[in-house]
């Protein structure tokens, strides 16, 4: 899934740090140091896919020199403690093709120059070798300086003010995002990124009535591993792939992240499958098909299928440990536990249809449409949903239709019957 992405970070003197050696680093290229008269050589850095130089219109020529663009730099601040550059981190969605990645970033290099007036470094990495393979990312380097035909001239300070670097840093977070989700527009993916916080995500959620999605924003953020953690984590995961076992977190902090992000995948799978059964289920019932028949279907479809139709036993397997349950166990809640997906069929079924969405649930229960509001004993009760299913899966398809008849034409006697009660002397 496509992920967020983007921080901000000052290259700064008095931290010991310099512009020279963090451009040589991030493009993987030797660029001798002027001021400070050393050579920083990271020639034999590798998984840098591509690089490039943006400068306004007027710049002089030796913008397009690296060495010579953050040599100039240098040479521009005076002071022991100044700030000689401005890192831009984003990351990458691995949806998209490499030219596509490229693309974008340009076009996000582009308006730093545009909006700022600065010279901007881009070099666009790829995933480690030995971490996930989806996280493609780039280092966009800037000037602190505004860079014109002259030289560098006066500081940006609308990004080093109070008042206004918090404004401008989220209007180009919010500029990132626009970026990403048009690329995978493009190629026709439904995941979209989202750069506000995971608050005001959730407000919007309740805003427009989606409660399972503001339950899944209903979360802390992702706790940051820091680099020593995350190097022992991609040791440890390299060494589980290669034994064939299955991974296992090695430090506090990658115990968290990692049953976050899994916590996060399984409530995903679950919402899309359920999103699979209100859509079975409505379009079976304009189909014309009974309540109980349409609610099997929907079952079928979101534990036993994807939505190109092909068979997922690893995914089902998966929704079955999230409602705390197996294939092969009964389908009654434990009284440890909550049956959320069943919950969700059952709010699903009773916003979209009302009293009739009531009955069947009711119906799905194990109970009989005329049960409605009575205590149903467990010796007396209905077979179970998962029951249910398997009688249907193994009833060859004319004894199918024939029930499906059956139960149409209940309904077809049920609504002759309110017509029949229905005074014609009052208004409906």
């Known amino acids: 899934m496509a992920s967020y992405h983007l921080s901000v970070k000052t290259i700064k003197r008095s931290a010991g740090r310099s512009a020279t050696a ?71 969605p691995s949806e998209i093709s490499a030219e596509d990645r490229s693309q974008i970033t340009r076009d996000f290099a582009q308006e730093l120059v545009s909006r700022y007036g600065v010279a901007v470094d881009v070099a666009i990495h790829a995933p480690h070798r030995e971490g996930d393979q989806r996280n493609h990312h780039a280092h966009v380097l800037t000037s602190t300086r505004k860079l014109e035909a002259s030289g560098f001239t006066a500081k940006t300070r609308v990004l080093d003010s109070a008042k206004t670097g918090g404004v401008e840093i989220e209007q180009m977070r919010g500029l990132w995002a626009e970026l990403q989700n048009r690329a995978l527009e493009r190629v026709g993916e439904v995941e979209r990124v989202d750069h506000r916080s995971l608050e005001a995500q959730r407000e919007t959620a309740l805003d427009r009535g989606d409660k399972l999605s503001a339950e899944e924003l209903d979360r802390d953020p992702e706790l940051k591993l820091g680099p020593a953690a995350n190097s022992m984590e991609r040791r440890a995961k390299a ?99 909550r049956n959320y997906a069943r919950e969700r069929l059952k709010e699903i079924m009773e916003k979209d249809a009302g009293r009739d969405g009531q009955a069947a649930v009711h119906k799905l229960d194990g109970h009989s449409e005329y049960d409605l509001g009575e205590d149903t004993g467990r010796d007396g009760r209905k077979p179970s949903v998962n029951e249910r299913l398997k009688d249907v899966l193994n009833k060859p398809r004319e004894r199918l239709e024939i029930e499906d008849k059956r139960d149409q034409e209940k309904d077809q006697e049920v609504e002759k019957d309110r017509d029949i009660d229905r005074d014609p002397g009052l208004s409906h």
């Open 22 to 92: 963090a451009a040589a680093y991030r493009v993987g290229e030797r660029i001798e140091c002027q001021r400070e008269g050393r050579i920083h050589d990271y020639t034999r850095k590798q998984g840098i896919e591509e690089t490039f130089i943006l400068a306004p219109k007027d710049a002089p020529d030796w913008a397009q020199d690296r060495s010579r663009l953050w040599n100039e730099v240098e040479a521009s601040e005076t002071r022991r403690n100044s700030v000689t550059a401005r890192e831009w981190e984003l990351a990458l």
């Open 239 to 337: 060494m589980a792939e290669r034994q064939g076992r299955e991974y296992v977190p090695v430090t506090e902090r990658g115990a968290v992240v990692h049953a976050a992000r899994q916590a996060r995948a399984a409530f995903r799978e679950m919402r899309e499958r359920l999103d699979i059964a209100r859509e079975t289920y409505g379009i079976e019932r304009e189909a014309g098909q009974g309540r109980v028949s349409a609610g099997l279907a929907a079952l079928r479809a979101a534990t036993s299928k994807e939505r190109d139709g092909r068979t997922s036993d690893d995914i089902r397997e998966r929704l079955s440990q999230v409602v705390g349950r197996s294939r092969d166990q009964d389908d009654t809640p434990k009284p440890e536990g």
